[in-house]
């Protein structure tokens, strides 16, 4: 159980373009979603934490217009990354914490973005 | 503020060597969960295990064990008789217990377990 899907794994995008990445909670309801962002060889940073239903909130020096999410459901967040470029490159993880469950959350498999 | 210190950056041992990673945790809440992921490669973070801070019970799973010390705010964890397939990049966390927080990472120590 607790399963958390990513899609896609590997994305490879031109400078300017848009790019979605999805997460999914598989096999229970995730109340609160999490995405990081891990750069070459450092640990994770938190980027935004989003609740089904309602507005994510980001963490400081995030722009929240350059990285969309949309939590419109109890199984899926989504990051939009809006014209990305090189310096955006970077591994994306996704986490989900359990409706009802204890403070615990469950990773995805992240997915790699790179930027050309 | 909480804060987690994993002050080896990279560790290199010897298949067989036993290793142990070091944490240390700042944090002002009485009631927190510790947690070690182990990221290999592929990216993919494992789950390794999760300690409650009321539980300073040590653990053993195999050839990896936990040191929960309360007094001295460290998780340490071991691998003996590590196998190359243990290299990876080690992560140690804190969350607090209670209403809705975030987990704060420290900064990874990578194991190279060389033949």
């Known amino acids: 159980g607790a399963v958390v899907s990513q899609h896609p794994s590997r994305v490879i995008c031109k400078s300017g373009t848009s790019v979605k990445i999805e997460c999914r909670s598989l096999?229970?309801?995730?109340?609160?979603m999490f995405w990081y962002r891990q750069f070459p060889k450092q640990s994770l940073m938190l980027m935004a934490t989003s609740n089904e239903g309602s507005k994510a909130t980001y963490e400081q020096g995030v722009e929240k217009d350059k990285f969309l999410i949309n939590h419109a459901s109890l199984t899926l967040s989504t990051l939009t990354v809006t014209s990305a470029h090189p310096e955006d490159s970077s591994f994306y993880i996704c986490s989900a914490r359990e409706r009802g469950g204890i403070n615990e959350q469950f990773f995805g498999p992240g997915t790699r973005l790179t930027v050309l | 503020a909480q804060k987690v210190t994993q002050a080896q950056t990279e560790i290199s041992v010897v298949e067989k060597e036993d290793v142990t990673l070091d944490c240390v945790y700042e944090?002002?809440?009485?009631?927190?969960?510790l947690f070690w992921y182990k990221q290999p490669p592929s990216g993919e973070l494992v789950f390794l295990i999760r300690?409650?801070?009321?539980?300073?019970q040590n653990e053993i799973s195999g050839r990896y064990s936990w040191n929960f010390q309360k007094s001295t705010s460290s998780f340490n964890f071991t691998i003996t008789a590590s196998q190359v397939v243990d290299s990876a990049v080690y992560f140690c966390?804190?969350?607090?217990?209670?209403?809705?927080?975030?987990?704060?990472f420290g900064k990874g120590t990578m194991l190279l377990v060389s033949p």
């Open positions: 096999d229970f309801q995730a109340t609160t």
């Open positions: 944090t002002r809440d009485t009631t927190y969960y």
């Open positions: 966390a804190l969350i607090k217990n209670s209403g809705y927080s975030t987990l704060t």
């Open positions: 300690r409650n801070s009321f539980d300073e």
